[in-house]
């Protein structure tokens, strides 16, 4: 009975090392002999479906635009129609930012959020009166009461794409 050292060739494992120049360059004969077993180059591209800001984020937004939403330069208050208008759902004359007309779309989009900040609170610090418009202080109140909210998290997958 005779003892081999050397392992026994399986499914499992390589019959050549990648490391032997030899096997190397019989595998690149072999690709160049038939086209068809050569190796495919390989990408690999993220999909990421888009993330929604939170409320805090969204209020931040509101905030730094405020004075774009805002009809004069004395206004103290955004009404919805103004928002609407930087939203693109109503005419106007007035030219808003990109940001600014992003925030008030997805302010729009949020009726919840947008009473909220609607109702808001009033000078005494009580909840104020559903009017359809708000102000700094409404906007303050509801970064307060966001602040603390987790930061939205994007989970991106991964797609293999062979050319």
Known sequence: MTLSASPQPSVFMPTYSPMDPAADKQASMDERADPSRAKRAVRWESVCPPVR??????????????????????????????????????????????????????????????????????????????????????????????VNQPTPVRLCQWKRVED
């Open 53 to 146: 800001k939170n409320e805090f984020q969204l209020m931040i937004d509101i905030k730094k635009h405020f004075r774009e939403y805002a009809t004069g330069a004395s206004d103290t208050y955004v009404n919805f129609n103004e928002l609407k208008e930087a939203a693109g759902q109503r005419p106007t004359t007035r030219t808003f930012s990109p940001e600014a007309t992003e925030a008030a779309k997805d302010l729009l989009s949020r009726p919840t959020l947008l009473r909220q900040l609607d109702i808001g609170v009033n000078f005494f610090g009580y909840a104020g009166i559903e009017d359809q418009r708000f102000d700094m202080d409404n906007v303050e109140y509801m970064l307060f009461r966001y």
